[in-house]
Structures are given as structure tokens and as C-alpha cells.
């Protein structure tokens, strides 16, 4: 069952709870308008084996991970081989269809901005590009493995969706985190989470919740909050904030002997 922390910042487990089914998907919906956010969503969505329906997304732009499994998607119809730590952009508009060789299931996150809703939308699949499509001129499948590091303090980040593949409204990124306590801060955004290696707490205000790999979190506007990494080693999450921006763009709080809070813009 979901956590909800202060300020209605929210913890769930990957699949707990019953998933929405249909021809060989299942999708998981975490955060969106149902519960609390303005405009980001979460879900997680599971392919099994053979080729899924079309999963179309009339107005919102999306991002997703594969966080498990490899398989060859078609993006309106033009075909591209995915694996783990790869990030995909949709634009409003576009088909998804999987083709997913088994035996393993492909696990994706999808993020949708604004937030359409928890329906499925699905149509016929899509495998042959439609003769009005144009080629896009920059390739919407990313790999991390070909994203420059950047640091941040002593936190660092890859940039996986953004301006650069065609996408302006959503930032998508997976972020690294030392063992310890990050200060507190918030941002002026929206912002999921996913944590892919590592345990600690997600603290939002003095509450706080056990996070582990595959924990998904929602993070609302200017809530206060903090990930603490309690493990021996690094921790990774995948995030996504809406609007687009700098994922080292936030603003710190601290704590004065008279336990007020105070921000600090820091980029």
C-alpha cells in the first residue's frame, strides 16, 4: 500500500497492488492526478512475450525506461532494439508497439505530462511506418551508456530525454547518490522517482518512508524533501520532472538553532 509523507509526497512498491490488463500488457499506475499530482504521472508497464497492441498517447509528451528485459519497439512504425538503461521519448501523438522475443517480460517506467488519465489507449500495432510520417531527424531512443556524467556537489547525473531528442517539456535523467543524508531542498517542479540500486529513506518534511529498489515515488511542487542513501555504496534513481529543466537546479533548506527553515538557491 502507498506511503504518503507530508505535503502529499507519495511511496509505493513497484507492482503492488492489481495492474490494468490487456492482450499480454499490464500497467501499474503510480502517481498521476489520482493521486495529488498537477501534471506528472507514473506507471509502470509490463510487456510479456510476443507482440503487444499499439499503445497510443493523443496529447501528452512521454518518457520512458526500460528498467528490465530486451525487445525491439516500433515508434510510429520504425523499428529499434532496447535493453535495460535505455530512455525513449513519444511525442504526443506517436504509437508504441513491442515485440518482445520472451521468455523474459520487458518492464518499462512511463512518464506522461500532462497526466491523460489512467486509461489504456490502444490500437491496432503499429510495425510498418505510415506513409505520412516523416523520419525524425534526431533518434528518440537513448542510451545512458552514451550520456556524458555531470556533477552536482558531490552527487552526479546522466541526462537520458530532453531538448536534445525533440523534447522540451519533460526532463528525464538517472541521478547518483552518495552514502549519507543530501541536504533538504525542494524544487519548483513535479518530479517522480524510481530507485534502480540501493536502500535508504525518502524523507519529506519529519516524515520519512523505507525506499529500495523499485520503490516509486512522487515528489509535488516545493514539497521539502531529501533522499538518504543508508547503504555502503552508491545509490541510483531514474527521475522525470515537469516542467523541463537542470536536474542540479533546486533550492536548499536548512535548519537555524530556532528550527526554522531558510532557502538557498543552488544550481
Given at each position: ?12 512498491r513497484?507492482?503492488?497492488g492489481?495492474?490494468?490488463?490487456a492482450e499480454g500488457l499490464k500497467?501499474?499506475?503510480r502517481?498521476?492526478?489520482a493521486?495529488g499530482?498537477?501534471?506528472i504521472?507514473?506507471r509502470?508497464l509490463e ?20 528498467l528490465?528485459?530486451?525487445?525491439t519497439?516500433y515508434?510510429d ?11 525513449i ?5 506517436a504509437c ?5 522475443p520472451g521468455?523474459?517480460?520487458l518492464t518499462?517506467?512511463?512518464s ?5 488519465g489512467?486509461a489504456?489507449?490502444?490500437t ?5 511506418p505510415?506513409?505520412?510520417?516523416s523520419?525524425?531527424?534526431?533518434s528518440p531512443?537513448?542510451r ?10 558531490d552527487?552526479?547525473?546522466q541526462?537520458?530525454?530532453d531538448?536534445?531528442?525533440g523534447c522540451?517539456?519533460v526532463?528525464?535523467?538517472?541521478g547518483?547518490i552518495p ?8 524544487h519548483?517542479y513535479e518530479?517522480v522517482?524510481?530507485i534502480l540500486?540501493?536502500?535508504?529513506r525518502?524523507?519529506a518534511g519529519?516524515s520519512h518512508s523505507?525506499?529500495?529498489p523499485?520503490s516509486?515515488i512522487?515528489?509535488?511542487?516545493r ?7 543508508a ?5 541510483r ?8 529543466g537542470s536536474?542540479?537546479?533546486r533550492v ?9 527553515r ?6
Amino acid at each position: 500500500m502507498a506511503r504518503t509523507l507530508e505535503g502529499g509526497c507519495r511511496v509505493w512498491r513497484l507492482k503492488e497492488g492489481r495492474p490494468r490488463t490487456a492482450e499480454g500488457l499490464k500497467a501499474w499506475n503510480r502517481a498521476g492526478r489520482a493521486s495529488g499530482a498537477k501534471a506528472i504521472s507514473l506507471r509502470v508497464l509490463e510487456f510479456g512475450p510476443g507482440r503487444s497492441p499499439g499503445l497510443r498517447n493523443a496529447t501528452a509528451d512521454e518518457v520512458l525506461y526500460v528498467l528490465d528485459g530486451e525487445a525491439t519497439v516500433y515508434l510510429d512504425g520504425r523499428p529499434c532494439a532496447v535493453g535495460p538503461e535505455t530512455g525513449i521519448y513519444l511525442h504526443p501523438g506517436a504509437c508504441l508497439t513491442v515485440d518482445n522475443p520472451g521468455p523474459r517480460h520487458l518492464t518499462l517506467l512511463s512518464s506522461r505530462c500532462p497526466d491523460p488519465g489512467d486509461a489504456l489507449l490502444l490500437t491496432a500495432p503499429c510495425t510498418v511506418p505510415l506513409g505520412a510520417t516523416s523520419t525524425p531527424s534526431r533518434s528518440p531512443v537513448v542510451r545512458l551508456a552514451d550520456r556524458p556524467n555531470e556533477a552536482t556537489g558531490d552527487r552526479s547525473y546522466q541526462v537520458l530525454v530532453d531538448g536534445s531528442v525533440g523534447c522540451h517539456a519533460v526532463t528525464q535523467f538517472v541521478g547518483t547518490i552518495p552514502p549519507g543524508r543530501a541536504p533538504d531542498h525542494f524544487h519548483h517542479y513535479e518530479e517522480v522517482l524510481c530507485i534502480l540500486d540501493g536502500r535508504g529513506r525518502m524523507w519529506a518534511g519529519r516524515s520519512h518512508s523505507p525506499i529500495e529498489p523499485g520503490s516509486c515515488i512522487f515528489l509535488p511542487r516545493r514539497q521539502v524533501h531529501c533522499v538518504e542513501n543508508a547503504g555502503p555504496g552508491p545509490m541510483r534513481l531514474l527521475g522525470v520532472f515537469y516542467p523541463a529543466g537542470s536536474p542540479a537546479a533546486r533550492v536548499e533548506t536548512y535548519r537555524s538553532a530556532s528550527s526554522r527553515r531558510k532557502a538557498k538557491p543552488r544550481k
